[in-house]
């Protein structure tokens, strides 16, 4: 399968570049793959589109303000992209820079903060933080939002608390869970009152999930990796909402992730540790009876994970829909509820289309 098998067009300007006032008035492209149909709906009306006894599964990873400006000691400006905290005082990071520093070479922060360069990972810099001050509070006091880079500006104050969804709590990703973003309080206690539970995992989104993929035979891309944690809570949640012919409703493709790496053996059970897992179609994502994504990049391997689960025609007809009706993209855009070809999901009543 070719990565130019996962292209489409693109206006710019459907490129959302800032959120919207309230995080649940987002549009939502409801698809249903067994009837090969959607329907234009909105974030507020998912607690009547999910039955009672679903259970949603969100990530509760917290973005780290993970990006850093400094200098080199000869004088170039440096941007730092933390990927990964390693470390109380360590991290793997992108490094912005006219000219590549070397190992040992040093780069002063504004605050005259030193952080030292301990070699390479692949296109990645290993660095350590000088200094007693844990990494983390250091990013808290000197870093900024890591806004993704098809979001033409610098981030700002507003973007510290809406590139965070309501119900982080583990401090680690670089990148938000984009599917979260769409849940206030009030759409949270709305699906509460409609008896409609909720679960968390946790995966650390790396600034990897940016990474373009370079091969055109996509089986031969090699993933990033993330770390991620289910817990036997959450494991018990799904267990029995199976039980009782409940739903289990991903939000994001994250969740999917971490869901399929904890159930390798066929079975979901606890796991902690890394995975490089690369859904693509051709994987039976058995998981999940349902997701809420956002819109994804042409020939990104999101766009891929959500063809698996749809198929790979109708999720660009539904593309090709979204763009026909502006549908606002990527991380702060629109987002999409998508039940796959098994017969499990409804689109309800209201306007549809055909694929």
Partial sequence: ????????????????????????????????????????????ELPQLLRPGDLLVFNDTRVLPARLHGRKESGGAVEILIERVTG???????LGVSKKPRPGGRILLGDGSVVTVLGRDGEFFLLRFEGEEPLERLLLRLGRMPLPPYIAREADAADAERYQTVFAREPGAVAAPTAGLHFDAPLLDALRARGIESGYVTLHVGAGTFQPVRVERIEDHVMHREWLNVGAELVEKVRRTRARGGRVVAVGTTVVRALESASRGGELRPFAGETAIFIFPGYRIRSIDGLITNFHLPESTLLMLVSALAGRELILDAYRHAVEQRYRFFSYGDAMLIWPGDGKGETGSGKGGGA
Avoid: C, G, N
């Avoid at 570049?17 to 959607?38: G, H, N, T």
């Fill in 88 to 94: 109380a005082r360590e991290a793997r990071a992108q």
């Fill in 1 to 44: 399968m070719k990565k130019s098998d996962f292209h489409y067009d693109l206006p710019a300007e459907l490129i959302a570049q800032a959120p919207l006032p309230e995080r649940s008035a987002s549009r939502l492209l409801v698809l249903d793959a067994a009837a090969r149909a959607w329907q234009d709906r909105t974030m507020r």
